[in-house]
T-cell receptor, first 112, second 113 residues
Framework: QKEVEQNSGPLSVPEGAIASLNCTYS??????FFWYRQYSGKSPELIMFIYSNGDKEDGRFTAQLNKASQYVSLLIRDSQPSDSATYLCAVKSGGSNYKLTFGKGTLLTVNP | DAGITQSPRHKVTETGTPVTLRCHQTENHRYMYWYRQDPGHGLRLIHY???????DKGEVSDGYSVSRSKTEDFLLTLESATSSQTSVYFC????????????FGPGTRLLVL
């Protein structure tokens, strides 16, 4: 069974710090990796995707992928209280009929 | 905004009654999905559709059925609701292009008493 594991948290960081969110996956055939942010009572929204090994930066967000270690992470620089949310890691495996496997999410709290 | 609406947004029902949740999209996407989200379990796929009248099961399909008679509508039916089906239900569509992935509707909160 394909699994995606995340630290459940909660992860608490002070405002302005770097928040680091981690995710591991079990299926070596996985090809695409996504980070969603979910505010309390709202639906998940896509914030980052990464397909290739290495880093991908978008504003304050950096996604990192290491396929050999089956590891993907999300760094949030200069964390703001508005970043407080649950972050979901999602993985698409090859030949998956466009299905995603989600981790259970990490709750991030940014303290002013 | 992924052009997805869900109805109803909130529903309270009694055990044993049938319940139908509707997902409506305005962008003509081929793939649509139903998930449930529960504390400690994350998002779990119930059913998905890859075209009109084309559907398949996800990992937690028992007790649920779906129908898709039009591209824009994907219906989820709880045939006889149970308390274990109390959850938040999200519909999603798959949008192609860069970042090809799933985009979610606003969700339906269902309470089965």
């Amino acid at each position: 069974q394909k699994e995606v594991e995340q630290n459940s948290g909660p992860l608490s960081v002070p405002e302005g710090a770097i928040a680091s969110l981690n995710c591991t996956y079990s299926d070596r055939g996985s090809q695409s990796f996504f980070w969603y942010r979910q505010y309390s009572g709202k639906s998940p929204e896509l914030i980052m995707f990464i397909y290739s090994n290495g880093d991908k930066e978008d504003g304050r967000f950096t996604a990192q992928l290491n396929k050999a270690s089956q590891y993907v992470s999300l760094l949030i620089r200069d964390s703001q209280p508005s970043d407080s949310a649950t972050y979901l890691c999602a993985v698409k495996s090859g030949g998956s009929n466009y299905k995603l496997t989600f981790g259970k999410g990490t709750l991030l709290t940014v303290n002013p | 905004d992924a052009g997805i609406t869900q109805s109803p947004r909130h529903k309270v029902t009694e055990t044993g009654t049938p319940v139908t949740l509707r997902c409506h999209q305005t962008e003509n996407h081929r793939y649509m999905y139903w998930y449930r989200q529960d504390p400690g379990h994350g998002l779990r796929l119930i059913h998905y559709s890859y075209g009109v009248k084309d559907t398949d099961k996800g990992e937690v399909s028992d007790g649920y059925s779906v129908s898709r008679s039009k591209t824009e509508d994907f219906l989820l039916t709880l045939e006889s609701a149970t308390s274990s089906q109390t959850s938040v239900y999200f519909c999603a569509i798959r949008r192609g292009g860069e970042g090809e992935t799933q985009y979610f509707g606003p969700g339906t909160r269902l309470l089965v008493l």
